[in-house]
Structures are given as C-alpha cells and as structure tokens.
C-alpha cells in the first residue's frame, strides 16, 4: 500500500461492535445494541443461530449456560422457552464494576426484533454460528434480509467460520457482501502456524490462489490476532497482501487500544471489538 491509501483507509476503519458493545452490557442484549449505537459504531456485530422451532437468534455459544440462567443447547429450546430466560444477570455477577440493575432479566433477541428496532438506520453484521448445528439457517437468514429491504439497502454483511455457508448464500443472494472468517492454530512445540480446515494454509504461505478462492465469494477475510497463548498469528505484511488482493481486512477481537493503533498502521478497514468507545478515541487521536 502506498501512504496515501494507508490513510485514505484508516479514517474510513470501521467500528465494529462485538456481539454490540459487549463489554459494556450483556453481549447480543438489547442494552448492548443501544450503547453501540450510542457509541457510533458502525456495524452490530451479531451471532446467529437457530432456536428448535427455527427462529434466527442472535446468540453466541452453542450452549445457554454461560449467558442465560438455563441450561442446555440452545438448538434444543423454543424461541418461547427461551423468551422466559434472563440473559443479562450473568453479566453483573461476572463484572460488577460495569454491573447496572436494567441488564437483569434482559431477553434473547430474535433477529427480526433486531432489524425492526433498528430499522434500515443501522448496518448489521451477522454471523451464520455452528452450521453443523444450525443447519440451513442461510435461506432464512437471506428471506429475512430481502424482506427488510436490506440487501438493496447496503447495510448488511454475512461472516462465518464456515465456507460452504457463505457459498450457499452467495448463491441465494450475490448482492449480500460476505466475510470468510479465519482461525489458526499454533503448535504448542514448534510455535508453528498450521493450515486451518482446507480454506488456508498458515498465513505466511498463503497463495494468490489461495486469496483469489476466497475472492470468488467473499469481499473481505476477518483473521484473528492471536492466538489463546498469545502468539500473533497475523502481521502487516499479511495485512498489506490481503489488501493489495482487493480484500477488505477486519481482525478480531481488539479491545486494547495499542493494538487498536497497531493495527490500523498495518492497514486494516475494520475492526470487531467490546468496546467501541475505545476505538472511537483511537480514531479521533490519529
Ligand atoms: O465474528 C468475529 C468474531 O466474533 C469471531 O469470533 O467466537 O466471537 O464469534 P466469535
Ligand atoms: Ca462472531
């Protein structure tokens, strides 16, 4: 990248809040979506799976346990089932510095009810979660967002893990930009980065061919930074490549603001964070 395009893209970055501003209220929550909103971030990014009598919620784990005073798979329950659970007082126990009475008993949240709070004035980032779980959640992701309008609108995106899922609503709907979302595994021993599924091999020995498969679908790839133990499994030159590759780059998930700088200087367009005010102040410092 020259300079002149590093910077044309770092002020156009976009803010793009993790499961809403998670780190501020109880993740996916309508709480969550609010302070977002109210901290200008620029997509809602949200998780999606589907409840036993599929209905699309957004929702993070396969498991309700860590979120909801339930118990279970969420695939197992009914969207009424789940209506009844209190998704939010997890959050207070589990950061009582940030804890607020309001988040208590806070529901799980279809993502109609989503698109009908919000309406077209908000882009929507949503992720098709554990596919193998959530099977054929793709079509009535796709009718929900034809119905709304926001396809021809632009403001909404498709991200997953998940390759064939991305194909198939290319396939239902080209217009939708899509995100392949990508994970490495380091080798404890060696420190060394293995080929993840058959979509990459490790960062540094990624093809243009491998860039131009992805391309074929998907008009952006959201690697992560690191690894649990720590190692950065993603550096600039990695960034630079998939930019000069015409990719759109948005790394997760960033909450600390150092990083944040670092890796708006190595190119990135955007970023998933907990905490959008945080990005907005990196921003507004450069
Ligand atoms: O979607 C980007 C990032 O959210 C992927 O990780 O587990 O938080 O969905 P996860
Ligand atoms: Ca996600």
Redesign the pocket.
Known sequence: LNEEASEEDESDADVIA??GASGHAPEQTMPALEKAIEMDADWL?L?IQMTADDVLVAF?DDEIDRTTDGEGEIGDYTLEELKELDAGSWFNEEYPDRADESFEGVEILTLEEIFEEFGEDENYYM?T?STYLNEDMEEPMVELIEEFGFDEAGNVMI?SFHQDSLQTVHELNDSIPLVQ?LWWEVDEETGEMEEWLDITPAPDDMTEEDFADIAEYAVGI?PHLEYYDGTEVIDETFVQTARDEGFDVHV??INEEEDMHRLLDWGVTGL?TDFPDRMQNVLDER
Request: charged share 40%; glycine share 8%; no cysteine.
């Open positions: 993790h499961r990014e998780d993070h992720e979660k991200q979302l959201g997760y998930t998933f």
